[in-house]
């Protein structure tokens, strides 16, 4: 079994679980049941299935006239699909319903007096299937603008945890600068005043050398007098 054929097998049940609960499955719900697979083949098997519903609607209809429909006619009132789809769908319909024609020719015949009142359904029948499609694209087009409104906010959600990151690194950064910063002012502030009180000392030490200097001089300049006055 080749991987496409595959997918569409798991296309066709994962579909009719989701019918069964009542839901509409687009080909990416579908991916995401399937967990896997192409979501072209999805999407085309999933088209496949949407004009084999079709085709039976209206094959039931026209067998219900007493009429042997053509897949020409039927893609016509379904409007259009698959031709090669139809006619397979078509023939699994015709095969199944040979069995049933004795059983329902009765009601048939009973239909004939009221065949015109059937033609004036098929327009009927073509504008619900028109409308039915309208929705399914609708349906579709409202899931692809979910998956991107989505990603959108995924990405939005990506993008500010990442800003708030740089923030966060550039609040760190800030921060140790500033503790770097306030530590070199302490360190300055010590080195200022150990070097005013060097200064300081220093300074005492000069004032007290100056002030023996000055004694000194005083005394010599006693001396010199007292040996004036002996010559």
Known sequence: MSKATGTREKTREAHALLVARGENPSARQILRTIDGGSLSTI???????????????????????????????????????????????????????????PAIAQPQTALSPGKESHHDQVPVMHELVVMRERMEQLTNTLGAMAAELKELRVGAADQLRVAYERFEAVQRLALQQVDLARQEARDAKSRLAAVTLDSETREDAMRGKVQQLRDENQRLLGRIEELQKLN
């Open 43 to 101: 999407t085309d098997e999933l088209a496949q299935i949407h004009t084999r519903e079709k085709a039976r609607e209206a094959f039931a209809m026209l067998s219900a006239r007493g009429e042997a429909p053509s897949a020409g006619q039927i893609a016509e009132i379904i409007g259009g699909g698959n031709l090669a789809t139809i006619s397979d769908e078509l023939s699994k319909l015709s095969a199944g319903a040979g069995s049933a024609t």
